[in-house]
């Protein structure tokens, strides 16, 4: 390993733990200096990006070589595009901007029409009772229906809710309670994995295990000591 790669891996490891003060529940400079490194860094890969993108020999050139003329005004929005760094010419890379979110709105709309509408209606109307299936398949697919049923009902406010449709909204609003608890466990269950697998990558292979260690005792440590002194709030970034 180089001596760039590995003075890399050390501040990232640095860096990181610097991030990780967020936790601590009060606002620091330690975090702001993570989060604006984090910020700087993703907004410069994706300028080089943007650039080679746009006027990169691999896409734009080499295409009107070979006789595309569909890049000139890719060329043309990707160059409006970039007088954003420009205020008193900033209002030319609305056209770019204006053109690129008629495109994703056109393909968003395209898709989720299907995706989000009309397979998802499909897919709950099927069949209850398959015998090739068996006896779980028939619970599992009433106990959709029966939630779809229950949810639904909840919704309706055209009429009073009472007799019969507020035991269905009742059940309804449970099953959504339930519906809602899952999502959240799955969504702590992946961010702990993704920490997990984070703190895997710091403490493997043996020799990143010291500064690991070093590196979060030193951010404690500098924490405490801003803290105490009253100076970690007003050193953080507003």
């Not at 770019?96 to 709105?105: K, N, V």
């Not at 049923?149 to 035991?167: A, D, N, Q, R, V």
Request: proline share 3%; charged share 10%; hydrophobic share 55%.
């Amino acid at each position: 390993m180089d001596l760039l790669t590995y003075l890399s891996v050390v501040l990232a490891i640095f860096i990181a733990f610097c991030g990780f003060t967020t936790l601590y529940g009060k606002g620091n400079p330690l975090y702001s200096w993570a989060e604006f490194s984090y910020l700087a860094t993703a907004t410069a890969m994706s300028v080089m990006w943007s650039w080679t993108a746009t006027f990169g020999v691999r896409y734009a050139i080499q295409g009107l070589i070979r006789g595309e003329l569909i890049w000139v005004p890719a060329i043309i929005l990707g160059i409006l595009m970039w007088f954003r760094v420009y205020p008193k010419y900033s209002y030319l890379s609305r056209v770019s901007i204006a053109f690129t979110m008629g495109i994703a709105l056109g393909w968003g709309l395209r898709t989720s029409i299907f995706t989000s509408f009309i397979r998802q209606i499909s897919a709950t109307i099927v069949n209850l009772w398959v015998p090739e299936y068996g006896i779980m398949y028939f619970i599992a697919r009433t106990t959709i229906a029966v939630s779809i049923i229950t949810m639904m009902s909840f919704f309706i406010y055209t009429t009073e809710i009472k007799g019969p449709h507020l035991w269905s909204a009742t059940i309804g609003e449970y099953i959504m309670y339930t519906a809602f608890g899952a999502v959240f466990a799955q969504t702590f269950m992946g961010r702990l994995s993704l920490f997990v697998g984070h703190m895997q990558d710091y403490m493997f292979p043996v020799w990143k295990q010291p500064y690991t260690i070093g590196a979060a005792l030193l951010v404690f440590v500098i924490l405490l000591a801003l803290d105490k002194k009253g100076l970690a709030q007003k050193l953080a970034a507003a």
